[in-house]
């Protein structure tokens, strides 16, 4: 089974801080992505990534960066904490073989910034 | 560009009763659909998907048909049970569309009382 793996489950960080969110799969995926959930707006996608050091921005990437160093490893960042980024943050990542491969999702991580 | 509509929760049925989630869709290109699952504190999980017209993806119980002269996707399950209370969520990925995204609807949360 695809395995993605999110840093933390719960995260608490300050306003102004630099957040780091990590995620991790092992089965070699050429594509990630990152999102926000937030009630009554469902999943919204932040950025995504196709192979390493290549990025895209999603449909909300204001306030966020990414990094991928790694095909396994795809990072995002909050360059300066705000509280409208207090939300659920999902990692996802797929593979290049057709567009109707699933996504595969980790757990998630609840960030607040207080 | 594209799009999922689904009806809009909290859905809340008794055990055994019969569940339908209304999913249509606008798309660009010809679209692959799913349906994906997050119960409590999780992430979403694939359900079950479909990718032409037709056919009809199944799993736990629950089906949905691949409906493409009414642009549709509704998610049935004949019985429920108290495990399948859970946020669900339509969604679909194109063959025009780019490096794998997928296009959301905004979830369903159904809860389902013994």
């Known amino acids: 089974d695809v395995k993605v793996t999110q840093s933390s489950r719960y995260l608490v960080k300050r306003t102004g801080e630099k957040v780091f969110l990590e995620c991790v799969q092992d089965?070699?995926?050429?594509?990630m992505f990152w999102y926000r959930q937030d009630p009554g707006l469902g999943l919204r996608l932040i950025y995504f990534?196709?192979?390493?050091?290549?990025?895209e921005k999603g449909d909300i990437p204001e306030g966020y960066s990414v990094s991928r160093e790694k095909k396994e490893r795809f990072s995002l960042i909050l360059e300066s904490a705000s509280t409208n980024q207090t939300s659920m943050y999902l990692c996802?990542?797929?593979?290049?073989?057709?567009?109707?491969?699933?996504?595969?999702f980790g757990d998630g991580t609840r960030l607040s910034i207080l | 560009g594209d799009s999922v509509t689904q009806m809009e929760g909290p859905v809340t049925l008794s055990e055994e009763a019969f569940l339908t989630i209304n999913c249509t869709y606008t798309?660009?290109?010809?679209?692959?659909l799913f349906w994906y699952v997050q119960y409590p504190g999780e992430g979403l999980q694939l359900l079950l998907k479909?990718?032409?017209?037709?056919d009809k993806g199944s799993n736990k119980g629950f089906e949905a048909t691949y409906r493409k002269e009414t642009t549709s996707f509704h998610l049935e399950k004949g019985s429920v049970q108290v495990s399948d209370s859970a946020v669900y969520f339509c969604?679909?990925?194109?063959?025009?569309?780019?490096?794998?995204?997928?296009?959301f609807g905004k979830g369903t949360l159904l809860t389902v009382n013994p």
């Open positions: 996802a990542s797929t593979p290049n073989r057709g567009y109707f491969q699933p996504q595969h």
């Open positions: 089965m070699d995926h050429e594509n």
């Open positions: 990534s196709y192979d390493v050091k290549m990025k």
């Open positions: 798309a660009t290109g010809y679209p692959s």
């Open positions: 479909a990718t032409k017209a037709d």
């Open positions: 969604a679909l990925t194109t063959s025009g569309g780019s490096n794998y995204k997928l296009t």
